[in-house]
């Protein structure tokens, strides 16, 4: 199993805008493309706390998370989204992308 986590820094200011985004279309997007959405947090303690939004995806390979996410990006619906949420400027200052593997360790206790 492989675990996407992401860190999206918003711009300051625009957090709330991004939440509404999220809200609104990105977390029915994730479902329509496939990807399995298992948290979804904003930062409340620590470094960025108050302006950041953390999210885990799980796929079942690397081929499968590549396909998801260039379906994702692909999607008009997407594209309409995010460019008028950003008519204004950007919603994103910066993301932190890692992937997890639980290849190496046995599962859940």
Not at 53 to 65: G, K, Q, T
Not at 76 to 99: C, F, H, I, K
Request: aromatic share 12%; hydrophobic share 40%; with cysteine.
């Amino acid at each position: 199993m492989l675990y996407e986590l992401r860190e999206y820094t918003a711009v300051p200011g625009r957090l709330p805008r991004l939440i509404q985004r999220f809200n609104d279309v990105t977390i029915e997007l994730f479902r329509k493309h496939g990807m399995d959405l298992v948290f979804l947090s904003r930062t409340d303690f620590g470094e960025d706390s108050k302006n950041e939004i953390v999210y885990v995806l799980r796929f079942s390979s690397y081929d499968e998370m590549e396909r998801c996410w260039a379906a994702f990006f692909a999607d008009p619906q997407w594209r309409a989204a995010a460019s008028a949420s950003e008519v204004d400027g950007p919603l994103v200052a910066s993301v932190r992308r890692r992937l997890l593997t639980t290849a190496e360790f046995p599962e859940s206790p």
